[in-house]
């Protein structure tokens, strides 16, 4: 009877309203699809050791910018990762939460390949490098299992991911077959002309757009009570 006593309570709707999560984790997944296709353009190309070194001392601005765009991707994609969750209910959902995992490891190991780019502009701008002594530093084991490691997380994750969006028919076919085409891409980018093996980035950010597009209609078609 004591109505004054009771504690006061929010509505569902406003709770609803404030976990209303998808829409800001969709916007950021295609913020960080964005930057990471805008960094790989951008990206000075060289042949060997001795090309990287003339790049970074005639383009250090240049090197410095693709690596802070690099990091910022490597933030947004892992933030924009529970929005590409909210498309499995039960098929492929285990498939999307292994493709997820996979990702987020790509993900992260981004940010440290940003590290890297910023380390080796200082040890150039610096003078701590020659030719030889970069070349010697590329083939060390160590430094070689991060790199690899990385790139194959990033692409088994995104290979992972276009299988799980089929098994689960959330989204047109087109989006899964983006990924999975860009997947394949990969072991062509060495006999394709850079500018076009650069450009098929692209098929990745358009397909993350995609997901990201279908994830917040999805959202937006559930009830609200």
């Known amino acids: 009877m004591r109505h004054a006593d009771r504690p006061p309570t929010l509505s569902v709707s406003v709770v609803q309203k404030e976990l209303d999560w998808v829409p800001v984790s969709s916007a950021?997944?295609?913020?960080?699809?964005?930057?990471?296709?805008?960094a790989s353009l951008l990206s000075p190309t060289g042949g060997d050791s001795s090309d990287s070194l003339s790049i970074v001392e005639q383009h250090d601005g240049r090197w410095l910018a693709v690596a802070v765009i690099y990091f910022i991707?490597?933030?947004?994609?892992?933030?924009?990762?529970?929005?590409?969750?909210?498309?499995?209910?039960?098929?492929?959902?285990?498939?999307?939460?292994?493709?997820?995992?996979v990702l987020s490891v790509g993900f992260i190991g981004t940010a440290g390949f940003?590290?890297?780019?910023?380390?080796f502009r200082a040890l150039v701008i610096t003078g701590s490098v020659v030719d030889k002594g970069l070349g010697d530093v590329t083939k060390e084991a160590g430094l070689s299992v991060f790199l690899y490691g990385w790139i194959a997380a990033f692409y088994l994750?995104?290979?992972?991911?276009?299988?799980?969006?089929?098994m689960a028919r959330t989204t047109p076919r087109w989006i899964p077959l983006l990924l999975i085409a860009h997947v394949l891409f990969l072991p062509l980018q060495s006999v394709l002309p850079a500018v076009v093996g650069k450009a098929t980035i692209l098929l990745l950010a358009v397909g993350f757009a995609g997901i990201a597009i279908e994830a917040v209609a999805r959202d937006n078609g559930r009830p609200r009570h």
């Open 28 to 38: 950021l997944l295609v913020t960080g699809a964005m930057a990471l296709s805008f």
């Open 73 to 101: 991707a490597s933030v947004t994609l892992t933030l924009g990762l529970p929005s590409v969750l909210s498309l499995f209910d039960r098929r492929g959902s285990r498939m999307g939460t292994t493709s997820a995992v």
């Open 114 to 119: 940003a590290m890297l780019l910023v380390f």
């Open 157 to 166: 994750g995104e290979l992972l991911l276009g299988i799980a969006l089929l």
